[in-house]
T-cell receptor, first 111, second 114 residues
Framework: DQQVKQNSPSLSVQEGRISILNCDYT??????FLWYKKYPAEGPTFLIS?????DKNEDGRFTVFLNKSAKHLSLHIVPSQPGDSAGYFC??????????FGTGTRLQVTL | NAGVTQTPKFQVLKTGQSMTLQCAQD?????MYWYRQDPGMGLRLIYY???????DKGEVPNGYNVSRLNKREFSLRLESAAPSQTSVYFC?????????????FGDGTRLSIL
């Protein structure tokens, strides 16, 4: 039973426009929510996070939104750049020292 | 600035062979993790070690063993490799409380079992 779902395996966005990546979860006990970026043949790298007590966190072009009532997490990238083309994974953590990852969305930013 | 180093980067095994994947971190982190990534499945936790001398099972531990050799090193062993264990394996480390601090990942070991 998958606790974290990224329903869009891929997303294509034009350079300069907004990219919106989504993640849905079922476990209401998660208390931290993270996004990781992954290039092919490399390990994931941390991008941005948000705690369950907040509903928004910004870092430059990246903003993460948390809707606890809908159990929905999203990542907005504005403006999108070609270097943003990569895999994006949401990840969640609760009381144990473990992360639960989503299935990933591959973002392609076109010129 | 090496971070998390995994060896080997690639390996091909025959069914039934054994193999140890090595992971070392130079950031003095307390916690270390092993994940596998399969197409359409995201990253799934195999085992983790919250501190030197302790190990715990993750989501998919069957067929694997681990050793936290010291604070720096955390190895993953396949005693009798099976084709279902063909995957990309990632090691990660963490200092502090998970979620509050991000995990740092190695670049992965690509393992094929024939």
């Amino acid at each position: 039973d998958q606790q974290v779902k990224q329903n869009s395996p891929s997303l294509s966005v034009q350079e300069g426009r907004i990219s919106i990546l989504n993640c849905d979860y079922t476990n209401s006990m998660f208390d931290y929510f993270l996004w990781y970026k992954k290039y092919p043949a490399e390990g994931p790298t941390f991008l941005i996070s948000i705690s369950s007590i907040k509903d928004k966190n910004e870092d430059g072009r990246f903003t993460v939104f948390l809707n606890k009532s809908a159990k929905h997490l999203s990542l907005h990238i504005v403006p999108s750049q070609p270097g943003d083309s990569a895999g994006y994974f949401c990840a969640f953590t609760g009381t144990a020292s473990k992360l639960t990852f989503g299935t990933g969305t591959r973002l392609q930013v076109t010129l | 600035n090496a971070g998390v180093t995994q060896t080997p980067k690639f390996q091909v095994l025959k069914t039934g062979q054994s193999m140890t994947l090595q992971c070392a971190q130079d950031m003095n982190h307390n916690s270390m993790y092993w994940y596998r990534q399969d197409p359409g499945m995201g990253l799934r936790l195999i085992y983790y070690s919250a501190s030197e001398g302790t190990t715990d099972k993750g989501e998919v531990p069957n067929g694997y063993n681990v050793s936290r050799l010291n604070k720096r090193e955390f190895s993953l062993r396949l005693e009798s490799a099976a084709p279902s264990q063909t995957s990309v394996y990632f090691c990660a480390s963490l200092q502090g409380r998970i979620g509050n601090q991000p995990q740092h990942f190695g670049d992965g070991t690509r393992l094929s079992i024939l």
